[in-house]
């Protein structure tokens, strides 16, 4: 069947922000969808509140909406645009949702728009438990006993059914959010509530516990002609407790016989045909009783999931790019598999490697939450590897992690932990878990008390086993001296650092040996076909094979077949972190089209299977490898074997590319644009000092600390409070505000880790301070400025973490002109070629210089976006040569005609007892964009777009700290006149009251019932103004803030914050918002 | 299997039948002794590698040397490749594997064991097994014993340690070498003589190896296909009586026929037309098998000639579809590029629709030269050759892929349902 040709324009709902659950991998479906639709010749519209993707580039779609995903929004959007059809599969849930709600309120039917890809049915049949579960008892699939109930009562008569321990699962959540294990009868009440709280309909499934079974994901694809295909199997490595997106797992499936893997492929066809699912890829979740073989279905995704992702990259085949195209009618025998580029899409791809992905946390950065892993997932990005063996693709997955690991690293703190206590850490499943897992077999723990502690399959225990049994043997006797030796510790996956540190040799001395006999890694293609034929497409992976071949047949087989063009290599941003996303990935990428554009080849390194970076069509060359010095400068050694190498960027994947630079470059690798000297120079403290006192600019006064004495001395001389962190960290790893000595000393005596040796910077902490951020472009010569951006949150408040405006909305255009001026003249200075970041304080009209990092920063999207440059782009051919002269770019730092404004969202709803008072340390996920033509209308916006839905009427409660009163009264004031009551503790309210502004006076926590928390917990509160400092008035307050969090009430922990919130009330009551795609925005794009 | 070609190996094979369950028990005490292969640690994980206790070596000289498992001694064969990634002990007792030295492209190889329920003939007939990774300890809730002892009990030699991925692509580019594969456990193994072996090993072309693997007596079969948690079961009905001709038929094809309520005489492969007729059979099985269809075909065309006189609704899988179009006048060629895998599309041309199906095999119907009456019925997605035939004036069809699956995806189960329509339609 062909194309549809009723369908002449399609609407694509993206994922929105990145959060916890819903991550890069849905910028990679949307782009791989919109780029599949605009192929077939459809008018794509497309609405994304993320303008740190690269589906929102205005060239992926024919208008693109950088909107708020809601339906009210979206409905706007349809209206405007008058699409045939909607593709709600490609955006998460999220997606998902807004899709459902739209058919439901009639908004589709009304404007003739049909839903392709899933139907409303099929999407409540997978996402209602108890249809779910019924659709599978008419097909004869087991599922684990449960029942659906709404209310806490009926919580108590399903127990009796499904006994203990119960899994609650909350209806029509995303990434698993709330749902949890009972496994004591105590904390049931408060978990059930917690479950029907984080349910949009107050629903949750109890559910029989099926802990410590085996845990399998089948990804399937279906075209309207019911062919259907098994994309991929994987296995959790991680027994089922632990949701899958928080596991590590591994493709294929490892552990079964066929006659076990065809029931669960037969089953998986079975559930999409019943739940309805008509085209597209879908994901099949299932246990397995290990002992029995009993397989039960947990639950399906109608639509393309992080797991589709990660199956895309295990095997090649383009998971989201042919499920676009089933929607609109093709079939998948009319589809040619893009990998081969000779064979239809209608089969299943067989691999010959193995396939690991760990996921990466950042528990580090929400002190006081459990870092056990349940039910609800936690972890902010994943790492993918491939190898030929388990062991290898493992090895290779834990270092790139860039979690400091090097291999099955020695977990921390295990010398001061007796037996009892390991074992302990085995059955706990952690982000370390697998550490203590191999700890336990160096202790001398078989497979089977392993297994019985933590329920891992023993086949994997025992790979781990014997990767131990191994480092002890190299502990004992050393390296081998010999090829035959050595290549057998590299097959294994050992990297250098490793084998390194078992020896007590430099890892570049373990590098030299291994050379020096020859023992080299060969670079395998992912080609969907396990080599039955041949594949013309450059998706490469190393291993290390056997070399005993002798006769014909010996020559090497090395398939990475480095092309004879110039090229260049570009290094990705590796696993998703907080401080350290997205932003990173959509840069390389854009690095990546941009070389190709300028007639250069595009070599792209990473490790992340969730990016666009990491699609094979994105690059010319794909190495999906981890981004370690050992594993970048082999493939640089192959790459230089033909060709012009020109060299290598680094300065668009983040830290991590960052870190490698100095490695490279001593290893003789040309370093692309800003010279790593000049990196190092505007990281090193006192060279940096040196240049701004040359260049007569300012700075706060500081120190610099290797030592507890001169820490205490410096930040004495500077006076408190001062900001405290850690040199050569991204995402303000570590950083805090220190209000006094005591603090000083518990930070230097805890919290300096993240830096290692290098030294710990102490800045005067300019308090009540406007922090601006500028992004500029240079050639060495030239620079441009182009945006300057004004947080909305004060200075000391992390800058990924605080809301910003561009153009600036507060600070006088004199200032921004000499921001603009100081800016050029650091570029300058530091030679910088390719792009700049540089962050400043403005405090009574002073300017001061925060940082500046001679790289692209989390921002150059959002400033891509606001401005319609391609900034980036234009970067990488900067660092390739060219002068900004060959791009008309105008005026350097010159305001556009809108205001877009950055809103950041956090993952706190995933983290009970953390709290949420915004602080130097990074904590957000991610990031939207709410752009209009002027600045309320683009932070209200930018609000509901972030999931704030701003009250326009009701009561407003008001509590701030003494230095705030002063503002809050113009605050409270402006409300009042809009017709809120107001709601304010003691103080506050006697301020207000001076000041002539009528509050009603409530308790605070301490003060006793009826308090301020019982007053929002009823509901009786609609937004919350909640500043605070010290101790024990933020211990005070904490209840506060989460209530507010948990019951979904607006909530604003800083002055300018609840400004512009009251600014975006006003202008939201005097008319709805428009919609406008970028497209009519970016007049001024070159 | 060591044994040189043409050794008479089948004293058992008769008992694939009836007696199966008593067989498969035999293999079960057999190995009670290692009581919880699934928690037992890997064989000498730290054990040094450098030992070359095994050797490929092909008939261009090519020397491949690694570390041997299963049964010591030598062996000569084609070597070829299998894409599946699960379903290696049923492919490894898949007779249509005789005279061929398998290579898995998976790596790792082993992790479920073996269970003996899963083995697809009483003695398997591929005659070596070439690995990249190291077997394991097994791990699954059905496993008896490890890969390695159950290579050992069936005599066959295997080698590790191999770039199966370097060995797939030269086959790919060269076609399927021959081969000896050496496994000596006392690291000397005998290259010279080995390359001799193979340089002087005649090839698959011309040999009739179905001779070899076939049952030596007719027997009734009446198990059906398995289920988790009840095993394989018993046919309870028997709406059709059917005659198979045993070529090298895996267990599975039987136990679909069973399941689909037919009540099967196996017989053997050169069982003439006269004695299969005196069976009073519905309908007519030809299985498939190894070898070279035309070398098979001097004894199995007249037969089969004899069937389609007789109008009886027939079905032929693999060697048995090769056959049955040799008994039509169409021709077979060797393919420079056998299909070995579990992912192979094929399209069925009557309903449009697409089936995974399992595949092995390196011969190929001519469809230039199928006769007027023959239709093609199923072509290959991947290269576009013919896949299945059936006749327009006949109840007759044949497949090439193997629907009976075991290893592989189940889609074309259909088919036996098509073959018991046409024997109802004729009843």
């Known amino acids: 069947m062909p194309k549809r040709t009723d369908l002449k324009s399609i609407l694509i709902i993206g994922a929105g922000p990145i959060v916890i659950g819903q991550a890069c991998e849905f910028d990679y479906s949307g782009t791989q969808a919109c780029q599949a639709l605009k192929e077939e010749g459809y008018r794509v519209i497309l609405v994304n509140s993320n303008p740190a993707t690269i589906m929102t580039d205005p060239e992926f779609a024919d208008a693109t909406y950088i909107e708020p995903v809601t339906p009210e929004v979206v409905a706007r959007i349809i209206e405007k645009e008058r699409p045939d059809a909607l593709l709600p599969t490609m955006g998460g849930q999220t997606a998902l949702n807004v899709a459902v709600a739209l058919a439901g309120n009639g908004t589709l039917k009304k404007f003739g728009v049909e839903m392709i890809g899933a139907s409303r049915e099929a999407i409540h049949k997978a996402e209602d438990r108890e249809q779910f579960r019924r659709a599978m008892d008419a097909i004869g699939l087991e599922s684990p006993k449960s029942r659906t109930v709404h209310s806490l009562a009926e919580a108590r008569d399903a127990l009796a059914e499904t006994g203990l321990p119960a899994i609650l699962r909350p209806s029509y959540t995303l990434g698993g959010t709330g749902a949890s294990v009972v496994t004591e009868r105590e904390q049931f009440d408060s978990q059930v509530q917690t479950a029907l709280d984080a349910s949009m309909v107050d629903e949750v499934l109890i559910e029989e516990s099926v802990l410590g079974w085996k845990e399998f994901e089948m990804e399937v694809v279906r075209d309207r002609n019911d062919n259907c295909i098994i994309v991929c199997s994987i296995e959790n490595f991680d027994p089922m407790g632990v949701h899958t997106g928080d596991s590590i797992t591994v493709a294929p499936a490892l552990t079964l016989t066929d006659k076990e893997y065809q029931l669960l492929r037969n089953a998986s066809i079975a559930v999409l045909r019943e739940i309805g699912v008509e085209t597209g890829g879908s994901n099949v979740q299932f246990a397995i009783d290990p002992v029995t073989g009993r397989m039960v279905v947990i639950e399906m995704n109608p639509r393309v999931s992080r797991s589709s992702a990660l199956a895309s990259k295990a095997t090649g085949f383009p998971i989201a790019k042919v499920a676009a195209r089933l929607a609109v009618g093709y079939t998948l025998d009319e589809l040619v598999n893009d990998i081969t580029g000779t064979t239809p899409a209608s089969f299943e791809p067989t691999i010959d490697y193995v396939v690991t992905k760990i996921p990466r946390f950042t528990f580090e950065k929400f002190p006081g939450t459990s870092d056990r892993l349940t039910t609800s997932m936690k972890s902010v990005g994943e790492a993918m590897a491939i190898g030929r063996s388990f062991q290898e693709s493992l090895q290779k997955a834990l270092r790139s992690m860039e979690t400091g690991l090097v291999g099955l690293d020695e977990p921390e703190g295990a010398g001061a932990m007796d037996a009892r206590q390991r074992l302990a850490a085995v059955e706990r499943p952690t982000p370390e878990r697998l550490q203590w897992i191999a700890q336990a077999f160096r202790d001398g723990l078989s497979v089977a008390d392993v297994h019985d502690a933590c329920r891992v399959d023993p086949w994997f225990l025992r790979q781990i086993a014997d990767l131990i049994a191994v480092e002890e043997e190299v502990r004992a006797n050393g390296l081998p001296d010999d090829a035959t030796g050595l290549r057998r510790l590299k097959s294994m996956g050992f990297s250098d650092a490793r084998l390194g540190l078992l020896t007590g040799v430099e890892e570049s001395q373990v590098r030299a040996m291994r050379h020096g006999h020859g023992v080299l890694p060969v670079f395998k293609r992912v080609d969907t076909c396990a080599a039955e034929f041949e594949s013309h497409t450059p998706y490469m992976y190393s291993t290390y094979e056997s070399a005993d071949w002798d006769g014909p047949g010996r020559a090497d087989d090395d398939e990475a077949k480095p092309s004879n063009r110039a090229k260049v290599v570009v290094l990705g941003g590796g696993p998703n972190r907080i401080g350290q996303g997205i932003e990173f990935d959509y840069c390389c990428v854009h690095a990546a089209y941009a070389l190709s554009e300028a007639g250069i080849e595009s070599v792209m390194v990473n490790c992340n299977p969730e990016t666009v970076s990491t699609d094979y069509d994105t690059s010319d060359r794909l190495y999906f490898e981890p981004l370690t010095l050992e594993d970048v400068l082999e493939l640089i050694r192959v790459e230089r074997t033909s060709g012009e190498f020109l060299g290598v960027i680094v300065q668009f994947g983040g830290q991590t590319p960052l870190k490698l630079a100095r490695g490279l470059e001593a290893a003789g690798v040309p370093i692309l644009g800003t010279s790593p000297d000049a990196i190092d120079l505007a990281e090193d403290r006192k060279r940096f000092q040196q240049l701004l006192t040359r260049l007569g600019l300012r700075q706060p006064r500081n120190a610099l600390a290797t030592s507890m004495a001169e820490a205490v001395a410096g930040a004495a001389t500077i006076g408190y409070p001062v900001v405290i962190r850690p040199s050569y960290v991204l995402g303000g790893r570590a950083m805090e505000i220190v209000h006094d000595e005591a603090g000083l000393r518990r930070y230097m005596g805890a919290a300096v880790r993240a830096s290692g040796r290098a030294p710990v910077l102490i800045d005067d902490y300019l308090s009540e301070a406007t922090e601006l951020d500028v992004d500029a472009l240079s050639d060495g010569d030239d620079v441009f400025v182009a945006g300057i951006m004004e947080h909305i949150e004060e200075a000391g408040v992390h800058s990924g973490d605080s809301a910003c405006s561009l153009p600036p909305y507060t600070v006088d255009p004199a200032t921004v002109d000499e921001l603009r001026r100081q800016t050029e003249e650091l570029a300058r200075a530091l030679g910088v070629v390719g792009l700049m970041n540089a962050q400043f304080a403005v405090k009574d009209g002073e300017i001061f210089v925060l940082e500046v990092n001679p790289r692209a920063s989390r921002t150059v999207p959002f400033v891509a976006k606001a401005t319609g440059r391609p900034i980036v782009k234009i970067a990488a051919r900067l660092m390739a040569g060219e002068k900004l002269s060959a791009f008309s770019l105008g005026v350097s730092g010159a305001p556009v005609g809108h205001v877009a404004v950055k809103e950041a969202v956090f993952p706190f709803d995933r983290f009970p007892g953390v709290d949420i008072l915004l602080g130097p340390e990074m904590r957000s996920t991610g990031e939207v964009m709410g752009l209009d033509r002027d600045f309320a209308r683009a932070f209200a916006k930018s609000q509901l777009a972030a999931g704030v839905r701003l009250p326009d009427s009701g009561t407003v409660f008001v509590s701030v700290k003494d230095g705030d009163k002063a503002p809050v009264a113009q605050v409270a004031r402006r409300l009042a006149e809009m017709g809120f009551s107001l709601l304010a503790t003691d103080g506050t309210a006697k301020y207000l009251a001076a000041a002539g502004i009528q509050a009603d006076r409530v308790n605070k926590v301490g003060e006793g019932s009826p308090h301020i928390v019982d007053r929002i917990q009823a509901g009786g509160v609609h937004l919350v103004i909640n500043t605070t400092e010290g101790a024990l008035a933020i211990a005070d307050s904490f209840e506060i803030r989460r209530t507010a969090l948990t019951r979904h009430i607006p909530h604003y922990t800083t002055m300018a914050g609840a400004r512009a919130a009251v600014l975006a009330i006003a202008t939201m009551r005097s008319g709805p918002l428009e919609v406008t795609p970028l497209q009519s925005y970016s007049n001024n794009t070159i | ?427």
């Open chain 2, 1 to 427: 299997m060591g044994d040189a070609p043409g050794t008479p190996a089948f004293a058992k094979r008769q008992q694939g039948g009836r007696s199966l369950r008593a067989g498969g028990a035999a293999i079960s005490a057999n190995q009670s002794s290692s009581s919880s292969p699934n928690l037992s640690p890997n064989p000498n994980p730290t054990v040094p590698p450098n030992r070359c206790t095994a050797a490929l070596v092909l008939a261009d000289g090519t020397v491949i040397r690694g570390r041997g498992l299963g049964a010591a001694g030598t062996v000569v064969g084609e070597v070829c490749f299998n894409t599946g990634m699960t379903g290696y002990e049923e492919s490894l007792s898949d007779p249509s594997f005789a005279g061929q030295i398998l290579t898995f492209t998976f790596p790792h190889i082993g992790n479920v064991g073996a269970n003996g329920e899963d083995e697809e003939t009483a003695r398997p007939a591929v005659r070596g097994v070439v690995l990249r990774a190291d077997v394991t300890a097994p791990s699954n809730f059905r496993a008896t014993q490890g890969l390695d002892g159950w290579l050992a009990h069936h005599g066959i030699p295997g080698i590790a340690g191999v770039d199966t991925r370097k060995l797939t692509r030269a086959i790919r580019e060269r076609g399927a070498p021959s081969g000896a594969l050496v496994h000596d456990p006392d690291g000397n193994p005998d290259l010279d003589a080995a390359l001799e072996l193979a340089m002087s090993w005649p090839g698959l072309e011309g040999m009739d190896l179905a001779r070899e693997v076939t049952t030596t007596e007719p027997y009734e079969w009446d198990q059906t296909r398995w289920r988790l948690g009840a095993g394989y079961g018993t046919r309870t009905s028997s709406r059709f009586r059917v005659v198979a001709v045993d070529y090298g038929a895996k267990r599975n094809i039987l136990r679909c026929l069973a399941s689909a309520g037919c009540a099967v005489t196996v017989v053997p492969a050169a069982t003439s037309g006269e004695d299969i007729l005196a069976l009073c059979p519905d309908g007519v099985f030809l299985s498939n098998g190894p070898g070279d269809p035309a070398a098979t075909a001097a004894y199995a065309v007249p037969a089969i000639r004899a069937v389609l006189r007789a109008g009886l609704p027939l079905m032929g899988i693999c060697l048995g579809h090769q056959l049955l179009s040799l008994a039509l006048g169409a021709r077979t060629k060797k393919m420079h590029q056998g299909h070995r895998g579990a992912n192979h599309p094929v399209k069925d041309l009557a309903t449009g629709k697409v089936e995974i199906t399992s595949q092995n095999h390196g011969f190929v119907v001519d469809a230039a030269t199928l006769p007027a009456n023959a239709e093609v019925t199923h072509t290959s997605l991947f290269d576009g050759s013919l896949e299945g035939i059936r006749l327009v004036d006949a109840p007759v069809f044949s497949v090439q892929y193997h629907p009976e699956a075991s290893p592989g995806p189940q889609d074309s189960h259909y088919l036996f349902a098509r073959f018991t329509a046409l024997m109802e339609r004729r009843a």
